[in-house]
């Protein structure tokens, strides 16, 4: 893909196979680079295919960009629906969902409207097996890292699986996302109000050595997003949002205390 001349949507659907053709293979010679071990892209930087990488995502970027602007939208969602659906239907592997997601990315660039339809996507998935939650798990992460989801996003989507199934195990799956969120500076804790109101939900149902527990991680995720909270104030701003997003931290105090 290149030059300056528009592409009809027919052809640009052709341009993005081949793309996705060539991404697989990137993927699946990372993959066997990584021999086995679950590593990361930035782990693999100076691996030989970095700089095939870095052309595909060029080449998606301009793709969308050629594309006449009356159809763009409607052509960039839709490719961008099957990157998506490839997330769930394709390799499971870190780094084939880290390739995917850089994709999504390098479109999004050209596309802007793609990341709220992303938001909704999100929400219409709903894992039954333990496998599929893990692969969900990774790719929320995984959007929510490249800042393709925000916090707010993956708060109602969440909010409303745990709702609807408040078991041991979407209990579990929700506070491992909520923890690599707040680990990784991309959230803090005030920022899932609808989660804390369905988890305080789930754990006076609890029997008492699961809700002590579930509410030691809770107070453990809140000291951890008000040391986050910190730093960023003492660089002068940054991170997440900071401590004073979403609920005030002693109104989360007061609802642990009566859980």
Known sequence: VGGSGEIPPR???????????????IARALVRGAGGRELSLEALSTHETGAELREVLAGLRSLVAQVPAASRDEVALRLGQQLFKRMYEGPSELLSLECLTR??????????????????????????????????KTNLILLVRH?????????????????????????????QIMRQCIVEKNAVLQEFPKLLEVLMHCVRNMQQNLREQVLKILKDLQLLSQRSAAEADAKGGGGSGGGDQGRPASSLRAQMSRA
């Open 103 to 136: 994709a999504l990315e390098a479109m999004r660039q050209a596309c802007p409207r793609l990341r709220a339809e992303l938001a909704n996507w999100i929400g219409l998935v709903n894992p039954l097996s333990d496998r599929d939650k893990i692969l969900h």
């Open 147 to 175: 800042r393709l989801v925000t916090a707010a996003e993956l708060d109602h989507c969440l909010s409303k699986n745990l709702s609807s199934s408040q078991t041991a195990s979407w209990v579990d799956l929700v506070l």
């Open 11 to 25: 052809q640009a659907l052709e341009v993005f196979r081949r793309l996705l053709a060539k991404l697989d293979g």
